[in-house]
């Protein structure tokens, strides 16, 4: 019986001020999916050990149902997901899994989807976990490297230049909140100023060419985000902390990784932030939640890697 296996990076949404619209696949973690057809069924049986098994429920068996119902092909799935990408930590976890999903199942069907179709699929499948479709994990994690959305209906999106001198670091405070995406997407604000909307469409556009030039004093500069960052401190208490700490550091640009709770710093290559480091994870350590950091580089898009 026919075996199809892919893969999926992790990723980083929203960079600062691109909400919903910017987004970077992450090396450091994948999720990889196996899918093989169930000769006794015609239904989807998911099998995994940390995410929910209900068809509705998981980001790759729903985008994997979405594919079936658009195509009218009604065959049981076996889907099995082995998780790298750490869940509920706003690394993209449950993007990767349905980017995965759609990569595998692309395969298994031979349909030559477009990458606008994959997206839109994969998009439809991360309802499951955040309760509306948002597009700016699964994009970079189909795609690699970094990426914007460029309209949501139809899907389209643009490739976006990344300086190679950029290294990243992931700051994963050890904090579990259940239902994170869909709390952190209720405290968006639904109106903003005219100003707000000003500022963030200008530090966009800056974000985008100092990620392509790797000035990361300018990067730190655009990387800020009056409307969306800065509410999410009510659910994060060291966020703001964190922020106030790397004000002291010209040469680190840092922004909520997602949804949260993880944060990503960027920095030079040939600088490390040892010093900015340990502050934040003294700072996590002294509010009593401690973390993990991690390097990572900037992530492939997803493959399929056996059949
Ligand atoms: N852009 C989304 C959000 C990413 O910030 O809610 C969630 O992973």
Redesign the pocket.
Known sequence: MKKIKAFAHASS??LGPG???L?LALSVFQDTVELEEDPFSSRISIFSNELPLAVENNTAGLAIKKILEREKIRIGIKLKIAKGVPVGM?L?S??ASAAAAVTAMNEFLGLNLSMQEMISFAMQG?AA??GDP?A??VAPALLGGLVALTSTDPIDFMNLNFNQNISMKLILPYVKIENK?KI??SV?PKEIPLKDHTLNTMNILGLLRSFESGDIEKLKKYMTDPI?ESK?SIIYPFLNNIKNISMKYRDVAVA?S???PSIIAFHDKNNEPETFLNEVANELNMQGIGCKIVESHVGLGSRVTQE
Do not use: K, P, Q, Y
Request: net charge negative; hydrophobic share 40%.
């Open positions: 949404a929203n909400f919903d619209i987004g706003g993209g449950s993007g991360e976990a955040a948002h700016d994990n995406t952190a997407r968006v969306v999410r909520l997602g949804a949260g």
